[in-house]
């Protein structure tokens, strides 16, 4: 792990801006001479960031860990909103005082490299003007946390959180699901106007944000902003394409599978059957409770490579876990970088599912990530790509997968891995759908909330699979993109998952032919971080950058041909 030097404390106590503004002070009027010099600004300017991100996710976990907790609201609020916009601007007169030196070009580019890229692209795209803007759209964000966050519903009586209702929807009593479904989606329906309205001054601020950075519409100005420096726009709409072409028509025949297995007429199969078990099966339950799904993850993680399992070990040890679901917990999952402390912190609502599994090896996969990128000196390095983080994450997933008998007799087992691949499929569609959304959604800014939700009724056509009857609750249906939180607290982090997981696909057909090859390549890949181009970690990684129509087509097969495998 990285020692930093005595820079500034990694302890230091941040309740306010000039709490961190010596530091910048000093970064300032530093005297950088040398190219030594320079490298040594830009290792205490990454230290000084690190500081401030470590206090600054502790902000936000406690935060997601209870959203009617005031103190770490406020605290949250505090980072949010006052602290990070002066950050921001300090950053910004750092960051140029290093680009425009003499020296910066001529630091070499095998270390330098995509540091000199990412500093120039950050200093094109900041606008003074957008860093209130930025803090506005933080509060927002909150505000959208603590909404669904608080969401509960009460079924035989019971009070529950949105999580832990939604795993009777796998229940094989189709009454039961149908309560369950009907109440879940009532109550998400019940917040539609605060949310469209959270929405809608999202947009408002985020189009503005482009504008002040002289660019015609927020989606490009995002896609620059996520720094993908090896793909485009375009490439991502021909991607949505390719999945119509190649995905689309797989799942239809897998939820076609579902419904005879269900028992149940074409015409009369509803939106609360689609996760449904037959009459005579249960749900897989591979655990009880939190701590039992840990236990089982550190010793298949330790199985793979004893280190991964160590690494799960010293997080358990150092209380760096929040599994299970309850009320006030804000919904989803991450695995969130602790920057001084060199591991990660998981959160998840975990009730006791096999999609639970699934969720752990992915944050454990994310968790990995972390720590293999522990003893970089600079946060830049650390911070990877989304497209390159997901595919650590799903990786896991397929790489664990086959060790998940820790959670279920041979035959669950085999199960559990064919939902998982299926599911993989059946994701595919609905990524195009919140990506292809969000492309429409800020290039057509000025829509209202009804065009907003037709032309969701549109993609719904275009990707889903058409065989669910809908009839009397299309106005559920309409609304169902606000179930995904990355629209309104994430813009367009949405295609990385899917260029992920042709990746992951990748990486998996590569463990079942050569499990020490690919593990070392694993190994190899996330530790260079964001040190380089994507398509060169990849290639250390033995996989293709690549997320053509033809690769998709490919790696689909391949799905299909691991599902003929794993029969029953």
């Not at 910004?92 to 680009?99: A, D, P, S």
């Not at 209702?165 to 009907?182: F, G, H, I, M, T």
Request: charged share 25%; net charge negative.
């Amino acid at each position: 792990m990285y020692q930093p030097t005595n820079f500034i404390p990694t302890d230091l106590s941040i309740n306010s801006w000039e709490d961190l503004k010596p530091y910048f002070d000093t970064l300032i009027s530093s005297e950088v001479e040398t190219s030594e010099n320079l490298s040594d600004l830009i290792v205490h300017y990454s230290e000084t960031l690190s500081v401030f991100h470590e206090q600054n996710a502790w902000s936000y976990i406690n935060m997601s860990r209870e959203t009617d907790n005031q103190e770490y609201l406020d605290r949250h609020e505090l980072f949010a909103t006052k602290i990070a916009p002066e950050l921001e601007k300090a950053a910004n007169t750092v960051e140029k005082l290093i680009v425009n030196h003499p020296k910066f070009n001529d630091l070499p580019d095998n270390r330098f490299g995509q540091l000199k890229k990412k500093l120039k692209r950050e200093l094109e795209l900041f606008r003074e003007e957008n860093v209130q803007l930025s803090a506005e759209i933080a509060k927002l964000s909150t505000k959208y946390d603590q909404l669904t966050g608080g969401l509960t519903v009460t079924l035989d009586g019971e009070e529950m959180p949105m999580p832990k209702a939604a795993v009777r929807l796998q229940s094989s009593d189709r009454q039961k699901r149908k309560e369950a479904w009907l109440a879940i989606t009532e109550k998400r329906y019940s917040v539609k106007e605060k949310a469209d309205s959270i929405y809608n001054d999202m947009i408002k601020l985020r189009v503005q944000s482009a504008k002040n950075a002289d660019y015609d519409n927020y989606r490009d100005f995002s896609h620059d902003q996520l720094q993908r420096f090896d793909y485009s726009p375009q490439d991502a709409i021909d991607f949505q394409d390719a999945i119509e072409a190649h995905i689309v028509p797989l799942a239809k025949k897998i939820a076609e599978t579902h419904r005879e297995k269900l028992g149940i007429d074409k015409e009369d199969y509803r939106p609360w059957d689609t996760s449904g078990e037959p009459v005579g099966q249960d749900a897989l339950k591979p655990f009880k409770t939190g701590s039992e799904l840990l236990k089982h993850a550190i010793d298949i993680f330790g199985e793979i490579h004893p280190q991964f399992g160590e690494n799960l070990k010293a997080m358990q040890s150092a209380d760096l876990f929040d599994l299970e679901s309850r009320k006030g917990k804000a919904p989803g999952g991450y695995n969130y970088g602790l920057e001084t402390t060199g591991m990660p912190f998981i959160f998840m609502n975990a009730a006791g599912t096999h999609r639970d599994v699934v969720t752990m090896c992915h944050e454990g996969g994310h968790a990995m990530h972390t720590f293999l990128t522990n003893d970089e000196s600079m946060i830049h390095y650390r911070d990877t790509p989304s497209e390159m983080a997901e595919t650590a994450s799903m990786s896991m997933e397929l790489i664990t997968a086959e060790k998940w008998n820790k959670f279920y007799n041979p035959k669950d087992h085999i199960r559990s891995r064919r939902e998982h691949l299926e599911g993989i499929i059946s994701f595919f569609p609905w990524c195009a759908t919140v990506d292809a959304f969000q492309h429409w959604v800020y290039l057509n800014p000025d829509h209202t909330v009804e065009e907003r939700d037709d032309y969701f009724e549109v993609l719904n056509s275009r990707f889903m699979t058409g065989i669910v009857n809908w009839e009397g609750y299309e106005h559920y249906r309409r609304n169902n993109w606000q179930r995904q939180l990355h629209i309104f607290g994430i813009p367009f982090y949405y295609i990385e998952y899917g260029i992920a997981q042709l990746g992951a696909l990748q990486v998996y057909r590569l463990y079942k032919q050569d499990p020490k090859a690919a593990l070392e390549g694993y190994i190899k890949g996330l530790s260079l971080g964001s040190s380089k181009p994507l398509p060169e970690v990849w290639e250390t990684m033995g996989i293709n950058f690549d997320f053509s129509a033809d690769t998709l087509k490919e790696l689909v097969e391949f799905v299909q041909q691991e599902l003929n495998e794993l029969q029953d």
